[in-house]
């Protein structure tokens, strides 16, 4: 079993619709990132997350520590938010710096 | 604008040869890594640099070599002993604040295939 699951594997929606993907965890973790892989493989990172929730233009993520659950909300979705959306965690022990990744979901939004 | 340069886009190996790639930062971040994507997997790390000079294996680290001469420079060399070098290659950066977590920044990938 995957130390981070995501789900769903694959979404499709139309634009303007409300979009949440999840990530759970199994172990203890000091932060979770979401990032953002677009179709040429470049990666950019959304968010860092130690609780609660942080918000970015149409971007909201949220954590639940003592449930090891977070999730990535896009509200009024648009055809260019279409993209690989990763979720990875930090683990409490060992490196400071290692990530440990989801293996994303991808996400179509249609005109 | 500061950010990470990842050499070549494309690249193309014969079987039995070895293939560097570039990885370059002028985010003047200490921490440097390297990352394989297969499709329907997470990323995986293959080594990470937390100081010129200072580097780790990571998870994969069989097959690949790397060195950290310069603090902008991280190369990764796929070496002949690599029996399945087809992948994605991403490479990343980040500060080390001591106690405090921090983002990984990412260049834009280097996608390998054995002819």
């Known amino acids: 079993k995957n130390e981070v699951e995501q789900s769903p594997q694959n979404l499709t929606a139309q634009e303007g619709e409300f979009i949440t993907i999840n990530c759970s965890y199994s172990?203890?973790?000091?932060?979770l990132h979401w990032l953002q892989q677009h179709p040429g493989g470049g990666i950019v990172s959304l968010f860092m997350?130690?609780?609660g929730k942080k918000k970015h233009g149409r971007l909201i993520a949220t954590i639940n520590i003592q449930e090891k659950h977070s999730s990535l909300h896009i509200t009024a979705s648009h055809p260019r938010d279409s993209a690989v959306y990763i979720c990875?965690?930090?683990?409490?022990?060992?490196?400071?710096?290692?990530?440990?990744f989801g293996t994303g979901t991808r996400l179509q939004v249609t005109l | 604008d500061g950010g990470i340069t990842q050499s070549p886009k494309y690249l193309f190996r014969k079987e039995g040869q070895n293939v560097t790639l570039s990885c370059e930062q002028n985010?003047?971040?200490?921490?440097m890594y390297w990352y394989r994507q297969d499709p329907g997997q997470g990323l995986r790390l293959i080594y990470y640099?937390?100081?010129?000079?200072?580097?780790q294996k990571g998870d994969i680290a069989e097959g690949y070599s790397v060195s950290r001469e310069k603090k902008e420079s991280f190369p990764l060399t796929v070496t002949s002993a690599q029996k399945n070098p087809t992948a994605f290659y991403l490479c990343?950066?980040?500060?080390?604040?001591?106690?405090?977590?921090?983002?990984?920044?990412f260049g834009d990938g280097t996608r390998l295939s054995i002819l």
């Open positions: 990343a950066s980040s500060t080390i604040l001591r106690g405090s977590n921090q983002p990984q920044h």
């Open positions: 172990v203890g973790i000091s932060a």
């Open positions: 997350l130690s609780s």
């Open positions: 990875a965690v930090r683990l409490n022990t060992g490196t400071a710096s290692k990530l440990t």
């Open positions: 985010l003047n971040h200490d921490a």
């Open positions: 640099s937390q100081i010129v000079n200072d580097f």
